[in-house]
Structure formats: C-alpha cells, structure tokens
C-alpha cells in the first residue's frame, strides 16, 4: 500500500524527495494493514503537508547569509 506509484500520485513529489518522504514517514504495519483506504491516504496527504512545511523551512535556512 505505501508505494511510490501510491505516494507520487497523493503528493506529487518526485526524486530523491520522495525517497527521503517515504523513508521519514513510513507508517507502521498494524496501520498500513488495519486502516481504511480513506485513513490511510489521508494519512500519506498530512504527512506530506508536514515534510513540505519542514522541507522549505530547511530550504529557507540554508539560503539566509
């Protein structure tokens, strides 16, 4: 279920980030296994929220002088 085919399409990202995404946000087997198809892309949809948020503040700080 936590592919990339999966992931790409929910988050649109590509690359080494979605490598490093699906690394950090891997869901555990009991809820990759008991969870509904809704929770479960909703959970791959807010995870994905979260990293962009982290990934341009990471970006943010790399670029001030």
Do not use: C, H
Request: glycine share 2%; hydrophobic share 30%; net charge positive.
């Amino acid at each position: 279920r936590f592919n990339k085919t999966t992931v790409k399409r929910i988050t649109r990202l590509e690359g080494a980030e979605l490598d490093e995404f699906m690394a950090l946000y891997k869901p555990d087997f009991d809820f990759t296994q008991n969870a509904s198809t809704v929770d479960f892309y909703q959970y791959i949809l807010n995870a994905s929220y979260q990293y962009k948020k982290d990934l341009l503040i990471r970006k943010n700080k790399t670029e001030q002088p």
